[in-house]
């Protein structure tokens, strides 16, 4: 019997928050397509299993579920809390890129205690308000408090949590020499040497931790190199291949359209015209 997979967001969407709801129920073990699920439980007992861990539920609390994870809840009294769904695709790479790198930081957590957890039930449903009736800004709005969502997250991960796994020390110090090394190395072999492991090995636990390999990490963070330099500068082509390493200008239109569907002028173009 395989492991049902819902999609609580569609294609259409790539956000959404809502009120937990208030019921007691019991969900079988499924996994969430293609976004993330932020839980902010302000009331409520019972268990939350995550994978292979089953946590009792000591609200207030907070679980952070990447893409793909499996996990069921059994409740004993009724939750209260906020349910925050979200795909990387709500975020502009580019000009949201801080918002992007919280998100990398908090890849290792699972679950944390709220000691203060009126702060982000506020923030919470500020959020249920601003994407219940959008207007002029309001993603703007949102990504402002989903940006101090994720700060106050890693503030609160530092000060109940236990330290960090081996594996989620590889993976963390992976994701921080993405943004040191690239562009000056290309191949997952460099930063495996770098991190004394082997590529096998930092690929298995890149996809454990996000369920991607450490090459489709790389292309993202030379993808994300790339368009810094072509909005950010008026850099020519040639020039821009040669800043990111790559052999000729060809082989880097040829990389950029591969993994963003448009050549490297026709993304400028988008913002300049």
Not at 242 to 268: E, I, M
Request: overall charge neutral; proline content about 4%; charged content about 25%.
């Amino acid at each position: 019997m395989s492991i049902a997979i819902k999609d609580k967001l569609g294609s259409e969407f790539t956000f959404k928050v809502s009120r937990f709801k208030e019921i007691i129920k019991r969900t079988k073990p499924h996994k969430h397509d293609g976004y993330f699920e932020l839980i902010c439980i302000a009331e409520g007992e019972g268990f939350h299993q995550v994978e292979m861990d089953t946590f009792p539920i000591q609200a207030p609390e907070l679980y952070f579920l990447k893409p793909n994870q499996v996990h069921c809840w059994q409740f004993t009294a009724i939750p209260k809390g906020y349910v925050l769904l979200f795909k990387e695709e709500f975020f502009d790479p580019v000009l949201e890129a801080p918002i992007l790198n919280l998100i990398r930081n908090l890849d290792t957590i699972t679950r944390i205690s709220l000691a203060d957890h009126l702060t982000l039930v506020t923030l919470f449903e500020e959020m249920r308000k601003e994407n219940e009736n959008p207007g002029a800004l309001s993603k703007d709005v949102i990504s402002g408090y989903l940006r101090s969502v994720f700060a106050r997250i890693l503030q609160l991960s530092q000060l109940n949590e236990e330290g960090p796994k081996q594996e989620d020390s590889l993976f963390r110090k992976f994701q921080k020499l993405l943004g040191e090394k690239c562009p000056e190395y290309h191949l997952v072999a460099d930063f495996a040497s770098l991190l004394n492991t082997t590529p096998q090995n930092l690929n298995a636990v890149c996809r454990k931790y996000s369920n991607k390999s450490a090459g489709e990490h790389l292309a993202n963070q030379l993808s994300l190199e790339a368009k810094r330099y072509i909005l950010h500068t008026d850099l020519s082509m040639n020039e821009i291949a040669d800043r990111l390493a790559f052999n000729d200008a060809s082989y880097f239109t040829k990389f950029f359209k591969k993994h963003n569907g448009l050549t490297p002028l026709q993304f400028r173009s988008q913002y300049f015209q």
